[in-house]
């Protein structure tokens, strides 16, 4: 996890940081709905290599944003979720849902 002074001053930069890369947002994004296996992301995120799902997955759970759990099973299960704090990122992500519908509806208007 970062340290306060290796953040932006900037609140919105800070955001940016943590959270403002293509593949870190649709990672949340599908994160919201329940948790998810590695492979089923890796599957979801069309495009997406398994470094940059990795590295995206570590960076987060650095940051407290989501949580990665291991079960004791043979073979062994890997789940991601969420965090309580990346809980409170829904707000952010709903209101990106909303302009981009609303961007999309005022385009079929032209």
Do not use: H
Request: proline fraction near 6%.
């Amino acid at each position: 996890m970062l340290t306060k002074e290796e953040l932006p001053e900037c609140p919105v930069a800070t955001t940016v940081q943590l959270i403002g890369s293509k593949w870190k947002l649709l990672i949340i994004r599908n994160l919201r709905m329940r948790p998810w296996r590695f492979n089923e992301l890796k599957k979801n995120l069309e495009g997406i290599s398994q470094k940059v799902l990795t590295d995206s997955l570590r960076s987060m759970e650095e940051d407290g944003i989501i949580i990665r759990t291991v079960y004791p099973e043979v073979p062994p299960r890997v789940e991601y979720s969420l965090s309580e704090l990346g809980e409170s990122i829904k707000p952010i992500l709903d209101a990106m849902e909303q302009w981009g519908t609303n961007y999309k509806a005022s385009l079929e208007t032209d």
